[in-house]
């Protein structure tokens, strides 16, 4: 289904870390760079699951609030600065421990795919999203195998295109739909990702 994007030369960026070893094989079979697209949760004071907001990755690391929830709760600044920077810490960790020195690929102007192994409520996916937007790409493409239908009607606000193979009204969890949902390891990761780039210089 991706197959046509073949010639736009686009980015595949993956959330580690489950993303990852689908993004590659979308990566591979398109000829595309493959970078990870992380994020991380800012917590609400004593509330960490519920999200103020989300710090994402990219060339230049940016942090997106949920308006609604600062609404309801109302932090304070130095908390949400506290919270940012320590986000932003654990984003710069794990680039770093997945990409070595490697820079994030540059996105703007190209047409670029975000890939997850699925997607059950969106809310770090919509925070990658409008991160990725601010990135000023060409086009915006969600590609994942399974996703609940009700959220997928909210992230195409976000995207130029949805590409998903099984939209469920009724989902439950990813893992459902999956024979072999084994963890995805840092080190699968990390191997991945270096086979992407050997792949590509290669060709």
Known sequence: MLAPLRTA?????????????????????????LDV???RKIGAPGQPELGLGAVVDGRHPHRVLNQ????AVQPDAAYLERETRQQLAELERRRHLYQGDEPPVAVQGRTVIVVDDGIATGGTMKAALAG????????????????????????????????CLEAATTFGSVGNYYADFTQTTDAE?????????????AA
């Open 132 to 163: 990725v937007s601010r990135e000023a790409p060409a086009r915006l493409i969600l590609a994942v195998p399974v996703a609940a239908a009700e959220i997928l009607a909210e992230l195409a606000l976000w995207v130029d295109e949805i590409v």
């Open 189 to 201: 990761v990390i191997r991945l990702l270096a086979d992407a780039r050997r792949e590509k210089s």
């Open 68 to 71: 609604h929830v600062l609404q």
């Open 37 to 39: 697209l992380l994020v």
């Open 9 to 33: 030369r686009p980015v595949v960026l993956a959330l580690p870390r489950g993303g990852v070893p689908v993004g590659y094989e979308i990566a591979r079979a398109l000829g595309a760079d």
